[in-house]
């Protein structure tokens, strides 16, 4: 239902319903009742991206995710949109799937919708970010969350994760792990950079050499058992993983039951995210809890900022937390004289 055909059913003109609609003088009162009636019968609803076009500015939010079924993502979806609710924006997602192509698509589409800012997390197969940079060269404001782009000048929501990661190894190795390997995601990506680097300092400060072998590229739970599985055949093979996210530590899981391997009395696993699934594997996993809603409700905060005169660009760190469940021993403590 769209203004034109209201028009064509009651016989009046285009103008006449518009006016009507916004509640503007010029429309006989008879006509205008009949308008809202006939509107409210057929459940009429505002063009609200036709409006954008025409008025060149809108309280529409893009965001883009680059996977729905992610846990994580949803979190932070759910965080923009409570946020961006309580200050009278509507939000407009999309899924990248992690494509590079499809998310310069995503962001072609929020151009031509008159979008007043954009939040996103990059695809993982994202290099060149030339498409945000054409958003903002529209003065359309884009801030990152998680997986940022240090490459241009925007707002930027990251979680702790080297802060998340250094504890997260290093409570293992306290528990006795001494031969942990990192599961990683793309190197490119920030966020590897800093889990990579947790991981490295927490094995180096206590002594442990990392070679090449212990750091592969596998970041999700299917490459996660079959990798695995032929890990746990090595002759000096592991006690401990450590996964860049929660679906990559769920299949080390699953592999090491396949093998008949003990978790955590023979190999400790801790994951990334704080993702259901965490919750739902035997034993429970452990992991960081990444606290996807608040990463969602700072990355809109950073957008208002930007929309309402703030100028220069801003990084808010959330916090993560360890949380310890089965898949890692218990840390002993004792009393010292």
Do not use: W
């Not at 954008?52 to 883009?64: E, K, T, Y």
């Not at 060269?137 to 241009?152: A, C, E, H, K, M």
């Not at 679906?247 to 990334?272: D, H």
């Amino acid at each position: 239902m769209t203004m034109k055909d209201i028009a064509r059913e009651l016989d009046v003109s285009i103008s006449t319903v518009s006016r009507a609609l916004k509640g503007q003088s010029g429309v006989k009162d008879r006509t205008r009742s009949k308008i809202l009636q006939y509107a409210s019968k057929h459940h009429y609803m505002p063009n609200l991206i036709a409006a954008n076009l025409r008025s060149r500015s809108s309280r529409l939010i893009g965001v883009i995710i680059p996977e729905f079924t992610n846990y994580f993502f949803s979190c932070v979806l759910s965080g923009i949109e409570a946020a961006a609710s309580k200050e009278g924006f509507r939000i407009i997602v999309a899924q990248s799937k992690d494509d590079f192509l499809r998310e310069e698509e995503i962001t072609h589409s929020f151009l031509e919708a008159r979008v007043s800012g954009v939040i996103t997390s990059l695809a993982k197969g994202t290099t060149n970010i030339q498409h945000f940079q054409d958003l903002m060269n529209q003065g359309i404001p884009v801030v990152f969350y998680d997986r940022i782009s240090t490459d241009l000048p925007t707002d930027r929501v990251v979680v702790d994760d080297y802060a998340g990661a250094f504890a997260a190894v290093e409570y293992m190795i306290k528990t006795g792990c001494k031969n942990i390997y990192f599961y990683s995601s793309p190197p490119h990506l920030e966020i590897t950079k800093n889990r990579r680097n947790g991981y490295l300092d927490a094995m180096h400060k206590h002594g442990f050499k990392v070679t090449p072998e212990m750091l592969p590229l596998c970041d999700n739970r299917q490459e996660a058992i079959k990798l695995t599985q032929k890990i746990l055949k090595q002759e000096h093979r592991p006690d401990g993983f450590f996964a860049v996210n929660d679906m990559t530590a769920a299949g080390i899981l699953y592999a090491c039951k396949l093998a008949g391997v003990r978790v955590p009395q023979e190999i400790s696993i801790c994951g990334f995210s704080g993702d259901a699934i965490s919750e739902t594997t035997d034993p429970l996993l452990t992991t960081v809890d990444q606290k996807g809603e608040e990463v969602g409700q700072c990355a809109f905060q950073l957008l208002l900022h930007r929309l309402t005169g703030q100028e220069h660009a801003q990084k808010m760190i959330v916090r993560t937390k360890l949380l310890l469940r089965g898949t890692t021993k218990t840390l002993e403590i004792t009393d010292k004289p």
